[in-house]
């Protein structure tokens, strides 16, 4: 055998022992987005999109356009419009490629071999050797370690279902914001026009001497307050519609939309959601994060034990290739020739750590008390759902119930004092300063009014949030397990 050939074996064979232990288990990784996506279309009725390249970017911006050439942007037109185009959004759906590339990892062999070749000369001996060394615990461990990299991805795809209902339940909340702030606009400029007319005319009737200075200072006093009002008002209305182009998205000519100018009408009954607090309980993505994450700490506790007495433990295994040289007694006369014998061995090496200070029982008893400060909150998370269930329940029956009182009782009483008014007023029987006092009455019931059914509306939306999470206060804040448990 020449000396090239005897290299390259010594090269060779490490690298196909590699091999042999970095079996590829033919593991194909996807991006892990259907499954959110399905789920989040099952509950709100709504598209997603995770924008990864430009021909993807131009498509979402296309629906996002379309969405945005109607006159008024709707809530179910808004919720779209940021669950295709939320930045935000987009880097909770990038964790979840994050932990399907740390899934793909695990999969891989745990470590890379180490290969080493030796090549030298010690007197008239010649050796090549090649070593490979990988890590046996890693080895050992590896269905454990893949079981918590897949609770991994469950987790980011459960965290990027919850972030989609927070971003509706955000873009619907401020819908409604604006679209209130809009409408209490509206009925103060309708007040202020017929309070212009009023201040006119009664100019001109102290002009005439037909009416008191007092009382003509007191229609130019409301006006002046009204006209403050409706400023006011539309500053607010203004920065409530700003709040809704953040959590779209939108920017530049995507700001030009217009929301309605009044709310949506009471439904004529409620819903009778009785058994909300179970609803809560099988529904709630944080709750089933919470699970997730206690089934995580539960498997990297069996790999703790699993590392428990051998924090280290690597074998190498390999081929020695030795080349010596011999002197070979020639014939009478004749110098000795040198003959090359080779000499192939193999070689198996392990090396381990020996645990003299560090008996893992420190990591031990830190997993156990981890696991059990999961499981409590856990536990408290469950009375905390169904004591926001139930919470959620009383306030939209109860909001419903104000804006229909509202809406049936104290509006048309105060339209009934209104007209009175203004016939009495004609009839020279109720001063000017009574007219105005129930002028400036009926504003105030209508923009009550208008409250009662902006809280009506918020209190829906809180309720399907508190069914299925994603509301305020119904997140939680979940760390993803290490694969590799506690092997430090």
Not at 127 to 143: F, S
Request: charged letters at 25%; proline letters at 3%.
């Amino acid at each position: 055998m020449t000396r090239l050939a005897l290299t390259l074996l010594a090269i060779a064979s490490p690298l196909v022992l590699a091999g042999c232990l970095a079996r590829d288990d033919a593991f194909l990784p996807t991006d892990g987005i259907q499954p959110v996506a399905l789920r989040s279309e099952a509950i709100l009725g709504k598209r997603t999109a995770w924008v990864q390249n430009r021909q993807q970017a131009a498509a979402v911006d296309a629906q996002v356009r379309q969405l945005l050439n109607a006159k008024y942007v709707g809530a179910d037109a808004a919720v779209q419009i940021a669950l295709l185009n939320n930045k935000g959004l987009q880097a909770a759906y990038a964790d979840i490629g994050i932990s399907v590339a740390d899934l793909w990892q695990e999969s891989l062999p745990p470590l890379n071999p180490t290969i080493s070749l030796r090549y030298g000369t010690v007197d008239f001996t010649r050796t090549v050797e090649g070593l490979v060394v990988t890590n046996i615990v890693a080895l050992l461990t590896r269905e454990r370690r893949l079981a918590v990299a897949e609770r991994n991805v469950n987790a980011a795809q459960l965290q990027a279902v919850l972030a989609t209902l927070e971003v509706a339940s955000q873009t619907r909340r401020a819908w409604i914001e604006a679209v209130a702030a809009w409408e209490r606009v509206s009925y103060l400029a309708r007040a202020k026009v017929a309070a212009d007319a009023a201040a006119e005319l009664a100019t001109e009737l102290n002009r005439t001497g037909s009416m008191p200075k007092a009382d003509q200072a007191r229609e130019q006093v409301f006006y002046a307050e009204l006209t403050a009002d409706v400023a006011e008002a539309r500053m607010e209305a203004r920065l409530a519609k700003e709040r809704l182009v953040r959590v779209m998205g939108l920017y530049g000519r995507g700001i030009d939309f217009e929301v309605p100018n009044a709310l949506p009408r009471l439904p004529r009954s409620v819903q009778n959601r009785s058994g909300i607090e179970g609803e809560a309980l099988r529904n709630r993505v944080d709750l089933q994060i919470a699970r997730l994450q206690l089934e995580t700490l539960a498997r990297s506790y069996g790999l703790t034990k699993a590392t428990r007495f051998v924090s280290d433990l690597e074998l190498g295994a390999g081929v020695e290739i030795e080349e010596e040289i011999e002197e070979e007694e020639g014939e009478e006369g004749e110098e000795p020739k040198e003959v090359r014998k080779t000499n192939l061995s193999p070689t198996f090496e392990v090396g381990f750590t020996i645990p003299i200070f560090d008996s893992g029982q420190a990591r031990l008893r830190k997993a156990e008390f981890e696991y059990l400060r999961s499981a409590n909150l856990l536990a408290e998370r469950a009375v905390n759902v169904r004591s926001e269930a139930r919470s959620a329940y009383q306030a939209y029956r109860s909001s419903y119930d104000i804006a229909r009182h509202w809406q049936n009782s104290v509006l048309p009483l105060q339209r009934t004092l209104e007209e009175q008014a203004v016939l009495t007023y004609n009839g020279m029987i109720t001063s000017t300063f009574e007219l105005i006092t129930d002028t400036r009455e009926r504003i105030e019931a209508n923009v009550s009014a208008v409250e009662a059914r902006r809280a009506f509306w918020l209190a829906d939306e809180a309720l399907s949030s508190t069914v299925f999470g994603g509301g305020e206060g119904g997140g939680i804040e979940v760390e993803t397990a290490e694969a590799g448990g506690d092997e430090d």
